[in-house]
């Protein structure tokens, strides 16, 4: 049974800064691209990170500079360290995984505000 689960949302004021874990099991892992996805209320589920199974990372705009995407393969988890937190940061956060088939976990919710 393959289980994506994330942890580390939460509220945070402006400026501040979050991890979020996710740690995958029943799959192996250290094949798998790696992703990060958020969704607003009324909005549409969008790409935040992905890091690749070669530890390439690529960002949408919004975040870049803001937000770093990593990998632990040992621990089968990837990270998602969010700094600068704005409110449009405000999401339940994702974590995907895809080698040919694809997952996703429950999401975490982020809520930035002060």
């Known amino acids: 049974q393959v289980q994506l689960v994330e942890s580390g949302g939460g509220l945070v004021r402006p400026g501040g800064s979050l991890r979020l874990s996710c740690t995958a099991s029943g799959i192996p892992f250290s094949l798998y691209t790696m992703g990060w996805y958020r969704q607003a209320p009324g909005k549409q589920r969008e790409l935040v990170a992905l890091i690749s199974n070669r530890d390439a990372a690529d960002y949408t705009d919004s975040v870049q500079g803001r937000f770093t995407i990593s990998r632990d393969n040992a621990e089968k988890t990837v990270f998602l360290q969010m700094n600068s937190l704005k409110p449009e940061d405000t999401a339940a956060y994702y974590c995907?995984?895809?080698?040919?088939?694809?997952?996703w976990g429950q999401g975490t919710q982020v809520t930035v505000s002060s």
């Open positions: 995907h995984a895809t080698f040919g088939r694809q997952y």
